[in-house]
């Protein structure tokens, strides 16, 4: 326990050097908020572009607010998911390359107390990032669309938050594996797409796949009721993590064996 | 107009603090991958991607702590 403490200790230090504490949350809290205003926008920004034909008249219907988070989540989805792999890709590779990782091995540091250090500390950094975000969110499309209940808010909030663990834990595991950066980043973003291609061609297990947790999340902001399968998406997105952090551990216990 | 002015206020804010934070960050590091001038332009030029393209690839963070 005072290993990890260290170790935990030496991350949040090493993230505040590296200035990820400032920037990583500045990024996330702009692709967020961008959605709802871009949106609220949309008319005067349609009015104002020049390349349309004189009379032409565009009605756009003003969505509401569940349908404007929804929205913002999507939007997330995508751009978030890069951003995350691409704030992870970096955490164990570049120790493996600069040395510090033979330095701290030779003492007598458990590799499970050393990844799983790293991974609390990304989880709370990006969940934290998130949530403030997603609040932020929410509050202007109380203020520019129609009020959301926040009850259905922080269910989806909380339903979604398991994605982004999944992705660390995703971006970490092959960061085990590969000492470049740039491929680490490569394989995860591919790992992401397949599983979502996977519940696109076979939409029989679709529900169990890690990717219905956006669908799921979306759905409990338009209807306010529970959802039938969402235990099956649940489980298996717990039992992939708990399976991917075990294999890392053990992977990683060869890896740094000389 | 003052209500759009207000709305975008934390946006503008938030951009203006990545850009600041990256410039810092590049003056006072000792060595950066490529060019430090570079780095300088990049950030200044390309709005959100440029702080980012820095923090995430522009950093060289080889010495040992």
């Known amino acids: ?258 | 107009m003052e209500n759009i002015v207000l709305l975008l206020l934390p946006i503008i804010a938030i951009q203006f603090l990545l850009l600041i934070i990256a410039l810092i960050s590049c003056i006072r590091a000792e060595e950066t991958l490529g060019p430090k001038w570079a780095w300088m332009v990049i950030i200044f030029c390309i709005s959100i991607i440029g702080p980012i393209l820095y923090f995430v690839i522009g950093q060289r963070k080889d010495t040992y702590k």
């Open chain 1, 1 to 258: 326990m005072k290993k990890f403490n260290a170790l935990f200790h030496k991350e949040w230090t090493e993230a505040w050097r590296e200035k990820k504490l400032v920037w990583l949350p500045a990024v996330i809290l702009l692709v967020t908020l961008l959605q709802p205003i871009s949106l609220y926008f949309m008319p005067a920004i349609l009015e104002n572009s020049n390349n349309l034909p004189s009379g032409a008249v565009i009605e756009l219907p003003i969505p509401s607010g569940n349908e404007v988070l929804a929205g913002t989540l999507s939007q997330f989805h995508t751009i978030g998911t890069a951003i995350i792999v691409l704030a992870c890709m970096n955490v164990i590779v570049q120790e493996r390359n600069n040395g510090s990782l033979m330095q701290l091995f030779s003492r007598p540091v458990h590799t499970g107390t050393y990844i799983f250090s790293k991974w609390t500390m990304l989880v709370l950094l990006h969940l934290g990032a998130f949530t403030i975000s997603y609040g932020a969110a929410w509050y202007y499309t109380n203020i520019l669309f129609s009020d959301v209940s926040f009850s259905s808010v922080w269910k989806s909030c909380v339903i979604y938050c398991l994605w982004i663990v999944l992705i660390i834990t995703v971006t970490l595991f092959v960061g085990t594996f590969l000492r470049r950066s740039g491929g680490v980043a490569g394989i995860s973003i591919l790992i992401a797409a397949s599983i979502a291609i996977l519940s696109n061609i076979v939409p029989d297990i679709a529900i169990y796949l890690p990717s219905e947790l956006l669908n799921l999340s979306t759905e409990l902001l338009n209807k306010n009721d529970g959802n039938t399968h969402i235990g099956a998406v649940l489980t298996t997105t717990v039992v992939l993590i708990v399976l991917l952090l075990l294999t890392m551990i053990k992977q990683f216990e060869k890896s740094v064996k000389f």
